[in-house]
């Protein structure tokens, strides 16, 4: 069972928009940053959100990042067939002093 | 660019220790910003963080791994480690390296797929 909590799966028709959330505690995502991965079948994954909000050079502006509390939000607009991947979220847990991910979101487009 | 790659034997035999090697090519394992840490992920499942090296030598583990796990560094060959002690099939799964933050892990291998059987 993950530390941070996220829907087993998301769906929306290409062209829509669509969030993914990632539920935590005062430990891990109220006390720190949050990352966000897209793993494409077969690949490692890739960064696609760092420090809440901010995309690595390269990212196109349809993925976004937000962060309230203790939860995070992936947001992923104008869906494409390509997007079709795996998301993850991730932070550091300052009680358990490691690295934890979300147990991951598995996105269709229909 | 950076670029990280895995090594290692792709099969070990269960109670045996399982050792994993990371080249770093693109960037120097002394930088005093980053982390180097290892990432595993079984079968059809999800990510679990199993450790972090600072290039000074402190590390960090995945509590439920601790007692088995050694991750150490090597800066002479740009290159860090993984050791897991005492293994079991339930530590088969594909193994990945990666650089970045306490928080972020900017930079990954292709990862490496470690199975455990006799």
């Known amino acids: 069972q993950s530390v941070l909590t996220q829907p087993p799966s998301v769906s929306a028709a290409p062209g829509q928009k669509v969030t993914i959330s990632c539920s935590g505690s005062s430990s891990n995502i109220g006390d720190n940053y949050v990352s966000w991965y897209q793993q494409l079948p077969g690949t490692a994954p890739k960064l696609l959100i760092y420090?809440?909000?901010k995309r690595p050079s390269g990212i196109p502006d349809r993925f976004s990042g937000s962060k309230s509390v203790t939860s995070a939000t992936l947001g992923i607009t104008g869906l494409q067939t390509g997007d079709e991947a795996d998301y993850y979220c991730?932070?550091?847990?300052?009680?358990?002093?490691?690295?934890?991910f979300g147990g991951g979101t598995k996105l269709t487009v229909l | 660019q950076v670029q990280l790659q895995e090594s290692g034997p792709g099969l070990v035999k269960p109670s045996e220790t399982l050792s994993l090697t990371c080249t770093v090519s693109g960037a120097s394992i002394s930088s005093s910003t980053y982390y180097w840490g290892w990432i595993r992920q079984p079968p059809g499942k999800g990510l679990e963080w199993i450790g972090s090296?600072?290039?000074?030598?402190?590390?960090y583990y995945n509590p439920s791994l601790k007692s088995r796990v050694t991750i150490s560094v090597d800066t002479s060959k740009n290159q860090f480690f993984l050791k897991l002690n005492s293994v079991t099939a339930a530590d088969t799964a594909v193994y990945f390296c990666a650089r970045g933050t306490m928080t972020t892990k900017h930079y990954w291998g292709q990862g490496t797929l470690i199975t455990v059987s006799s």
């Open positions: 090296v600072y290039y000074r030598g402190s590390t």
């Open positions: 420090d809440n909000d």
């Open positions: 991730g932070t550091w847990d300052s009680s358990l002093r490691g690295g934890v």
